[in-house]
């Protein structure tokens, strides 16, 4: 459900309000099992943000993402410090990893 009204929105975004609602699926295993799940209402874009908007982003808050953070050296208490590369799509063991 979006709200009737979108005074209280943004330019291009829209609001949903809060309520319950049902996620996950029965039908698979691997899948959390079907539950419903209380929501609190948020505003969201209308659009897709583009690659464009998503640096505007980047640049007006210094914003950087996951993969371009230092891994969390708590989540890995047995790579070495010098293995523990930001952007890095695996941590392995640089005699595994097979690059030049």
């Known amino acids: 459900m979006v709200s ?3 005074s209280d929105c943004r330019d ?4 949903i309000p809060a309520g319950d609602y049902q996620v996950g699926s029965d039908r698979f295993t691997r899948r959390k099992r ?4 209380s929501i609190a209402s948020f505003e969201i874009d209308q659009a ?3 690659n464009a908007e998503f640096q505007q ?3 007006a808050t210094g914003y950087r993402t996951v ?5 969390d050296p708590t989540l ?5 410090p010098e293995e523990q590369i930001p952007e890095s799509v695996v941590f392995c063991r640089l005699h595994h990893s097979g690059s030049q």
């Not at 291009?12 to 609001?15: D, E, R, Y």
């Open 12 to 15: 291009g975004m829209i609001s």
């Open 4 to 6: 009737s009204s979108m």
């Open 48 to 50: 897709p943000v583009t």
């Open 67 to 71: 993969s371009e953070r230092p891994p």
């Open 57 to 59: 982003f980047v640049d």
């Open 76 to 80: 890995y208490p047995d790579l070495p």
């Open 34 to 37: 079907l539950r419903q799940v």
